[in-house]
C-alpha cells in the first residue's frame, strides 16, 4: 500500500527533482519504519518496569507452585523460598547484588527507546540501524548471558551438599520446560519478555522492509 | 471358597428361621437402624482433593476444645484448643499462651465447651469469629477465623455454671451468657439452704468492638435465682429482644432431679436488650468489685496478656421491671429458638409433652395490655394463652433444642424418643420423623438459628453411641449424623465420629472463610521481644540463672545446633523462631525431659518452651514436625554441667559450633 504510494508519487514527479529527491531518500526512513520504531521505543520503556522472564516451579510438595520473576533491577517471587530449597542440592542462593546486570539493564534499555526516538524523529537510515541490529545484538547477548548465569547456578555446586545424584546438574532451561529431580522447572518469557520480543521482531521486520525499499530505489534509479 | 460356601448356607437357615419368626404375629418391630437409601453416599462424598461446602464448628464439650469438621462428608479438619492445654502445639504450655488460660482462680487449664456462635452481621453468619463458652470457670473465647486461633478469653463474674452462653446479638453487638447455677456474689459465703435469700441469677452483657472483635463486660443483670439454660437472639420484629429459657423455677438446692421438676411449667425470660443497653448507658446500675482475668493474644507479638479487671456494672433488678417479663412455659425448657422471621419464639420444655411455639407480636400486645398472669420474684408474668401461638401436639419424648430451614420447617431434637421432628412453624402439623442413635442432644441446620437458614442439611449431635461404632473399651466415641432436608422426608446420609462431647455447632459456607485463611506469619512483622529474625540473631544469652536460647528454625537445621555452659540450676528458655515464609511448612521442637510439651511453630512465628534441666548430661533436641527430606537431621545437643561448673556459656552450627581451643 504504502510502496505504491511512493511509487505513484515518483512518477509524477519531473526528472531533475525526481533524481535529487532520490539521493535524500536513500538517507531517510519510510514513514512506517519511523512510526514503529518510535511506538516500539515508547513501549520499550515499559520493560523497565515489568518482569521480563519467569521461571516457574513445580513439584509434588509445591501444589500451588513456586515462581520466580526477572526484572530489569531486581529479582521478585518466591526468591527465598527457591533458596531454602536449593541448599539441599548446594545450589547458590540468588541474591540480587550478585547480578552487575541490575545495575545497568535499565540504562539500557532506556539508550535503546531513546536512540530509537531520535532515529524515528530524525528519520535518518543509519540512526535506525544503528538502533535495530543494536538491539537486536544485545538481545542475543542478553540470552547468553542468561544462560551462563543458568550454566553457573545450575552447574557451581556445594562439594558437601546433603543431596547429591552423580552426573546431575540442575541447570534451568533457557526456555521451556525441564525436570530437575522432584521439581519440573518452566522458563518463559514475562510481559516485559513479550515485548522485548515485539519489538525484536518489529526491528526485523522493519530492517527488511529498509533493505527491500533501498534496493527497489536502487534498480529504478538505473 | 468351601468355607464361604458353608457360611452362606448358614446364613440362609438362619434367614429361613427369622423370616418365620417375622410371618408369627406378636414379634418385635424391625428397627430401621442401618437404612440409607442408595444414593446417600454420592451425597456425602467429596472426591479426594475437593472441597466440602461448608465449614462445621463444632463444640468439645468436656475436652474443651473446638472441633472443625467438613460437611457434608463429615471429615475432620482441625481440633482447636480453646480452654485446654494442647501438647500437640503448645498451646496453654508455651510462655506465650500461658495467659491464655489464666483466670482469678490462677492457671484453668480446661473447661467443659458447650456452645458455639459464629458472629453475625444483619442476623447472617458473617464468618469472622466463633464465640465459645466454658461452663465450669464461667469464661466466654473467641476465636478468629482467619488464624482458627483462640484470640481472647474473658471470664465472667458473679456467675456459676456459664451455660446460656454465648449466644449473640444480630450484629454481634453483645455476646451473652446466663448462669446456669444462680449463686451469691463472688467470695461470699451463706448457708446453702438460704438459697432462696441469698442467691441470684446474673446475665452478663459482653460487648464485642465492631472491627477488632475485642470483648469487655459492659454490664451484667441481676435475675431471680433460676437456672439459665440457653437462649437466643430475636430478629426482624423482634429486634432488641433476647430470650432465655429458664428451669428450676422451685428454686431448689438439692435433689434438683425431683425438686426442680415440680413446677407445670417454667419460664422462658424475654429481655429488652436495647432497654438495657440506654440504661447501662445512661448512668444506672452499681459498679461492684469483682475479680475477672481478661486475656488477649497479640498476633504482632505472638503472646497473650491477661489483665486482672476488678469491676463490673450491674443492673439491678428493681430497675429492669419494664424490660424482662416471664413467660411461661412447660417444662423445664432447654432450647429457646427463634425462627428464621424472628416472630415465633419455640420452647422446649424437656419434661414436656407437646412442645409451645409463642409469637413475638402477642408477646408485645400482651405487655401492651398488661395481660399478666401474676408475678415472678416482682417481674410480670405473661398470660400463657395470650402469648402463645399455638402447640405442636405429641410431638415426641423429651424436645430439647429446635432449628430452623428456609422453607418455613422446623426441626426439634428429641432426647428420650431419640428423634428428630420436622414440623410446620406456621401450622404446627408434624411432617416427618426420623430415629437418631441414639438420644439426640443438639442439632444444626446450616445457619439454622439464623435469619438465614442455607437448609440442605441437619446434623443431629448424639449422647450415645453403643453399638454403632466398633467398640473401644468402655469409653466409645462421640458420634454425630447428617441427614438430607432438602426433600419432604429427612434422610439420614451418615454417622460419624466426633471428639466428646459434642453439644452445639454452627454450620456455614466454607466461602464466607476459606480464601481469608492466613497462611503463614510475615517475618518482617514479628515483634516478639525475643525473636530471631534471622540466622545471625541466634544466640544463648545467660540472665543470672535464666539463660535465653534465641533459636531460629528452617529447613533443615535449628541454630545453634550446640549448646554447652547451661548448669543444673539453670531456667532454659528456648525462644524458637520459624523462618519460614511458606505454606504448610511449620517447625516443631522438643528436647529432652521437659516437663510441659512440645511445640509447634508456624512460620513467621516465636514461640517459648521453659525448660529447667535437673541432672547433668547431654541432651538432644529436634524438630518434631516432619518438615522435609532431613528432618531427621533437624537437631541439636545441649550440654549441661552439674551445678557450679564453670563450664564456659558457648554455642554455635557447623562451622561456629564449639571446637577444642
Known amino acids: 500500500m504504502m510502496q505504491g504510494c511512493v511509487s505513484q508519487a515518483r512518477t509524477e514527479l519531473p526528472g531533475l527533482t525526481m533524481f535529487n529527491n532520490m539521493e535524500k531518500r536513500k538517507k531517510s526512513l519510510l514513514p512506517l519504519t519511523r512510526i514503529l520504531t518510535a511506538i516500539a521505543s515508547l513501549i520499550l520503556v515499559l520493560v523497565i518496569f515489568l518482569p521480563i522472564w519467569r521461571i516457574e516451579l513445580d513439584a509434588p510438595q509445591y501444589p500451588e507452585g513456586l515462581a520466580m520473576q526477572i526484572y530489569a533491577h531486581k529479582l521478585a517471587g518466591d526468591v527465598e523460598i527457591i533458596n531454602g530449597l536449593n541448599h539441599y542440592i548446594g545450589m547458590r542462593t540468588l541474591h540480587e547484588d550478585d547480578f552487575m546486570e541490575f545495575t545497568f539493564l535499565p540504562y539500557i534499555f532506556a539508550g535503546f527507546a531513546l536512540l530509537g526516538l531520535i532515529a524515528a524523529a530524525a528519520g535518518r537510515r543509519w540512526l535506525f540501524f544503528t538502533w535495530a541490529f543494536g538491539f537486536l545484538l544485545f538481545a542475543v547477548l542478553a540470552m547468553v548471558d542468561f544462560y551462563m548465569w543458568e550454566y553457573d547456578y545450575g552447574h557451581n555446586l556445594d562439594p558437601k551438599a546433603p543431596i547429591q545424584v552423580p552426573g546431575m546438574a540442575y541447570q534451568p532451561p533457557l526456555i521451556g520446560f525441564k525436570q530437575l529431580l522432584n521439581f519440573g522447572a518452566f522458563s518463559i518469557p514475562d510481559t516485559g519478555g513479550w515485548i522485548l520480543t515485539g519489538v525484536g521482531l518489529i526491528a526485523i521486520f522493519l530492517i527488511f522492509r529498509e533493505l527491500k525499499n533501498k534496493r527497489h530505489e536502487a534498480t529504478s534509479i538505473h | 471358597m468351601v468355607s464361604f460356601q458353608l457360611n452362606s448356607g448358614k446364613f440362609f437357615l438362619l434367614s429361613a428361621s427369622i423370616a418365620l419368626l417375622a410371618g408369627s404375629s406378636g414379634c418385635k418391630p424391625k428397627t430401621a437402624a442401618t437404612a440409607t437409601s442408595g444414593d446417600a453416599a454420592q451425597k456425602v462424598y467429596i472426591p479426594p482433593g475437593q472441597y466440602d461446602e461448608f465449614y462445621g464448628f463444632v463444640s468439645g464439650g468436656f475436652s474443651g476444645q473446638l472441633s472443625v469438621y467438613g460437611f457434608p462428608s463429615g471429615r475432620l479438619l482441625k481440633v482447636l484448643p480453646v480452654f485446654s492445654q494442647n501438647p500437640e502445639n503448645g498451646y496453654g504450655y508455651s510462655e506465650e499462651t500461658l495467659p491464655m488460660l489464666n483466670t482469678s482462680h490462677g492457671f484453668v487449664p480446661y473447661d467443659d465447651l458447650h456452645h458455639v456462635q459464629v458472629s453475625q452481621t444483619n442476623g447472617e453468619s458473617d464468618g469472622r469469629w466463633v464465640f465459645v463458652n466454658g461452663n465450669n470457670t464461667p469464661r466466654v473465647a473467641r476465636i478468629d477465623l482467619k488464624t482458627f486461633r483462640t484470640v481472647e478469653i474473658i471470664e465472667l463474674p458473679n456467675s456459676a455454671g456459664n451455660h446460656s452462653s454465648p449466644f449473640i446479638t444480630e450484629n454481634t453487638e453483645y455476646v451473652i451468657a446466663g448462669t446456669r447455677f444462680s449463686v451469691p456474689e463472688d467470695g461470699v459465703e451463706y448457708p446453702i439452704h438460704t438459697y432462696k435469700d441469698n442467691f441470684n441469677g446474673t446475665i452478663s452483657f459482653i460487648s464485642v468492638e465492631k472491627e477488632s472483635g475485642e470483648m469487655d463486660i459492659a454490664f451484667q443483670l441481676e435475675v431471680p435465682a433460676l437456672n439459665f439454660d440457653l437462649s437466643h437472639t430475636g430478629k426482624g420484629p423482634s429486634s432488641g429482644w433476647f430470650f432465655f429459657s429458664t428451669y428450676n423455677t422451685e428454686k431448689a438446692y438439692t435433689l434438683l432431679e425431683v425438686n426442680a421438676s415440680q413446677n407445670d411449667k417454667d419460664f422462658i425470660m424475654a429481655?429488652?436488650?436495647?432497654?438495657?443497653?440506654?440504661?447501662?448507658?445512661?448512668?444506672?446500675?452499681?459498679?461492684?468489685?469483682?475479680?475477672?482475668?481478661?486475656?488477649?493474644?497479640?498476633?504482632?507479638?505472638?503472646?497473650?496478656?491477661?489483665?486482672?479487671?476488678?469491676?463490673?456494672?450491674?443492673?439491678?433488678?428493681?430497675?429492669?421491671?419494664?424490660?424482662?417479663?416471664?413467660?411461661?412455659?412447660?417444662?423445664?425448657?432447654?432450647?429457646?429458638?427463634?425462627?428464621?422471621?424472628?416472630?415465633?419464639?419455640?420452647?422446649?420444655?424437656?419434661?414436656?409433652?407437646?412442645?409451645?411455639?409463642?409469637?413475638?407480636?402477642?408477646?408485645?400486645?400482651?405487655?401492651?395490655?398488661?395481660?399478666?398472669?401474676?408475678?415472678?420474684?416482682?417481674?410480670?408474668?405473661?398470660?400463657?394463652?395470650?402469648?402463645?401461638?399455638?402447640?405442636?401436639?405429641?410431638?415426641?419424648?423429651?424436645?430439647?433444642?429446635?432449628?430452623?430451614?428456609?422453607?418455613?420447617?422446623?426441626?426439634?431434637?428429641?432426647?428420650?424418643?431419640?428423634?428428630?421432628?420436622?414440623?410446620?412453624?406456621?401450622?404446627?402439623?408434624?411432617?416427618?420423623?426420623?430415629?437418631?442413635?441414639?438420644?439426640?442432644?443438639?442439632?444444626?441446620?446450616?445457619?439454622?438459628?439464623?435469619?438465614?437458614?442455607?437448609?440442605?442439611?441437619?446434623?443431629?449431635?448424639?449422647?450415645?453411641?453403643?453399638?454403632?461404632?466398633?467398640?473401644?473399651?468402655?469409653?466409645?466415641?462421640?458420634?454425630?449424623?447428617?441427614?438430607?432436608?432438602?426433600?419432604?422426608?429427612?434422610?439420614?446420609?451418615?454417622?460419624?465420629?466426633?471428639?466428646?462431647?459434642?453439644?452445639?455447632?454452627?454450620?456455614?459456607?466454607?466461602?464466607?472463610?476459606?480464601?481469608?485463611?492466613?497462611?503463614?506469619?510475615?517475618?518482617?512483622?514479628?515483634?516478639?521481644?525475643r525473636a530471631a529474625i534471622g540466622e545471625g540473631q541466634a544466640r544463648v544469652e545467660r540472665e543470672g540463672n535464666k539463660v535465653h536460647v534465641y533459636m531460629t528454625m528452617i529447613r533443615s537445621h535449628l541454630a545453634p545446633d550446640n549448646i554447652e555452659g547451661v548448669r543444673v540450676g539453670d531456667e532454659v528458655y528456648f525462644h524458637l523462631t520459624n523462618l519460614e515464609q511458606d505454606w504448610d511448612i511449620p517447625h516443631g521442637f522438643a528436647i529432652k525431659g521437659a516437663n510441659n510439651a512440645e511445640l509447634l511453630v508456624m512460620p513467621g512465628e516465636t514461640q517459648t518452651l521453659k525448660w529447667v534441666p535437673k541432672q547433668a548430661g547431654i541432651f538432644p533436641y529436634y524438630c518434631t514436625d516432619f518438615c522435609s527430606a532431613l528432618h531427621q537431621e533437624m537437631s541439636g545437643y545441649m550440654r549441661v554441667s552439674p551445678a557450679g561448673s564453670n563450664t564456659p556459656l558457648r554455642f554455635g552450627l557447623g562451622e561456629t559450633a564449639p571446637a577444642a581451643n
Open chain 2, 271 to 529: 429481655v429488652n436488650w436495647k432497654k438495657a443497653e440506654e440504661l447501662a448507658k445512661s448512668g444506672k446500675g452499681v459498679k461492684k468489685k469483682v475479680k475477672y482475668a481478661h486475656n488477649k493474644w497479640d498476633e504482632a507479638t505472638h503472646s497473650g496478656t491477661s489483665e486482672m479487671k476488678t469491676e463490673v456494672l450491674t443492673l439491678q433488678a428493681a430497675d429492669l421491671r419494664d424490660i424482662i417479663y416471664f413467660i411461661p412455659c412447660p417444662k423445664s425448657p432447654h432450647g429457646c429458638d427463634v425462627d428464621p422471621s424472628g416472630e415465633y419464639i419455640v420452647g422446649s420444655g424437656k419434661l414436656a409433652a407437646l412442645l409451645p411455639v409463642f409469637k413475638f407480636s402477642k408477646i408485645q400486645e400482651a405487655i401492651k395490655n398488661k395481660d399478666f398472669d401474676g408475678e415472678y420474684d416482682g417481674f410480670k408474668v405473661l398470660k400463657y394463652e395470650s402469648v402463645l401461638h399455638g402447640e405442636v401436639e405429641k410431638p415426641g419424648l423429651g424436645p430439647l433444642h429446635t432449628e430452623f430451614d428456609d422453607k418455613g420447617n422446623a426441626y426439634t431434637s428429641f432426647f428420650v424418643s431419640s428423634e428428630i421432628v420436622k414440623w410446620d412453624v406456621k401450622t404446627l402439623k408434624i411432617l416427618d420423623r426420623v430415629p437418631t442413635y441414639y438420644s439426640i442432644g443438639h442439632l444444626t441446620v446450616p445457619g439454622g438459628d439464623t435469619r438465614k437458614p442455607y437448609g440442605k442439611y441437619v446434623v443431629a449431635y448424639n449422647k450415645i453411641t453403643k453399638d454403632r461404632y466398633l467398640p473401644t473399651g468402655p469409653e466409645l466415641t462421640q458420634s454425630a449424623q447428617l441427614f438430607d432436608i432438602s426433600g419432604d422426608k429427612m434422610q439420614l446420609l451418615l454417622d460419624f465420629p466426633t471428639i466428646g462431647e459434642p453439644h452445639y455447632s454452627q454450620i456455614i459456607p466454607a466461602a464466607l472463610i476459606k480464601d481469608k485463611s492466613t497462611k503463614i506469619y510475615k517475618i518482617e512483622e514479628n515483634k516478639h521481644p
